[in-house]
């Protein structure tokens, strides 16, 4: 069955970076795009990166020029690089798949941006 596992959320300082890995098992990794969501205290979720078959990427405004969404079709994950924090970051953040007309979602990761 299809598994996405995200890890690599913590606590960090505004300014500073995180790595978040979403490993992705039970679907062909390669030919899927695969996103990054957020979703904060009292908040709607909401779409933050995705990276499609070709690694054509496509940010949300908020994060354009400090995160980075890649993926390593040999080891089956997704990553997202996230630079220049800020408290208004903080949320858990989720990958997500479309596969075979379902979606499917991680059991999220939790980053906290804060002094």
């Known amino acids: 069955q299809v598994q996405l596992v995200e890890s690599g959320g913590g606590l960090v300082q505004p300014g500073g970076s995180l790595r978040l890995s979403c490993a992705a098992s039970g679907f062909p990794f390669s030919s899927h795009a695969m996103s990054w969501y957020r979703q904060a205290p009292g908040k709607e979720r909401e779409f933050v990166a995705g990276?499609?078959?070709?690694?054509?990427?496509r940010y949300e405004d908020f994060v354009k020029g400090r995160f980075t969404v890649s993926r390593d079709n040999a080891k089956y994950t997704e990553y997202l690089q996230m630079n220049s924090l800020k408290p208004e970051d903080s949320a858990v953040y989720y990958c997500?798949?479309?596969?075979?007309?379902?979606?499917?979602w991680g059991q999220g990761t939790q980053v906290t941006v804060s002094s």
């Open positions: 997500k798949v479309w596969y075979n007309e379902d979606r499917y």
């Open positions: 990276i499609g078959v070709g690694d054509v990427t």
